[in-house]
């Protein structure tokens, strides 16, 4: 069964300070998504990661994936406030019926002056 | 427009009601998904549909009913509403292929409340 940990759950940063967020699976999978949240409102895919060894950058958010580790990495360069919100990694899950993603529990960013 | 639609938005109800939560999608995606998001316990698939007439329970099923009779309908219905079932909704669709994609595009939830 595909389990995802993400961590940590909760984040408090300053601005203009750097920080990553983890995302760890436990069953192979090459397919992996970033997704934000913001309160009471949808989630907005930010990032899907295909292979081992994948990164994208969109403005102050990385994302990589490394497929043999299990892991995948969101990394924030000098936090602003407009970057609080929850982040979400989902994980392919080959063990289901194909499309079904299994989500983490989410990271909840707080960025503060 | 183009998009995913979920309805109602928000909706209270009482224990022992059926409920029907809509969603319909334009972009003729073959994957649809129910998810519930609590406090907690992050988004969890309650059902999901890789094609029209093909449906298949995800984690949390009990207590819910999908059909999907043309491929941009995918209705949930709680049959017999639970206070535990008192959570925020969100329909969403994909196109998965070998060489990529199955990215999750998201409604905007339905917010229900049982009493």
């Known amino acids: 069964e595909l389990k995802v940990e993400q961590n940590p759950l909760f984040l408090s940063m300053q601005e203009g300070k750097n920080y990553t967020i983890y995302c760890n699976y436990s069953?192979?999978?090459?397919?992996l998504y970033w997704y934000r949240q913001d309160p009471g409102k949808s989630l907005e895919s930010l990032f899907v990661?295909?292979?081992?060894?994948a990164v994208k950058q969109e403005g102050r958010l990385m994302a990589s994936l490394d497929t043999k580790a299990r892991l995948s990495t969101l990394h924030i360069t000098a936090a602003v406030h407009d970057l609080s919100a929850t982040y979400f990694c989902?994980?392919?899950?080959?063990?289901?019926?194909?499309?079904?993603?299994?989500f983490g529990k989410g990271t909840k960013l707080s960025v503060k002056p | 427009d183009a998009g995913i639609t979920q309805s109602p938005r928000y909706k209270i109800t009482e224990t022992g009601r059926q409920v029907t939560l809509m969603c319909h999608q334009t972009?003729?995606?073959?994957?649809m998904f129910w998810y519930r998001q609590d406090l907690g316990h992050g988004l969890r698939l309650i059902y999901y549909?890789?094609?029209?007439?093909?449906?298949d329970k995800g984690e949390v099923p009990d207590g819910y009913v999908v059909s999907r009779s043309k491929t941009e309908n995918f209705p949930l219905t709680l049959e017999s509403a639970t206070r535990s079932q008192t959570s925020v909704y969100f329909c969403?669709?994909?196109?998965?292929?070998?060489?990529?994609?199955?990215?999750?595009?998201f409604g905007e939830g339905s917010r229900l409340t049982v009493l």
């Open positions: 969403a669709s994909s196109e998965w292929s070998t060489s990529g994609g199955g990215e999750l595009f």
């Open positions: 069953t192979t999978s090459d397919r």
């Open positions: 990661l295909l292979s081992n060894g």
């Open positions: 989902a994980v392919l899950n080959y063990g289901g019926s194909q499309g079904n993603l299994i």
């Open positions: 972009w003729s995606h073959s994957y």
């Open positions: 549909s890789a094609a029209a007439d093909i449906t």
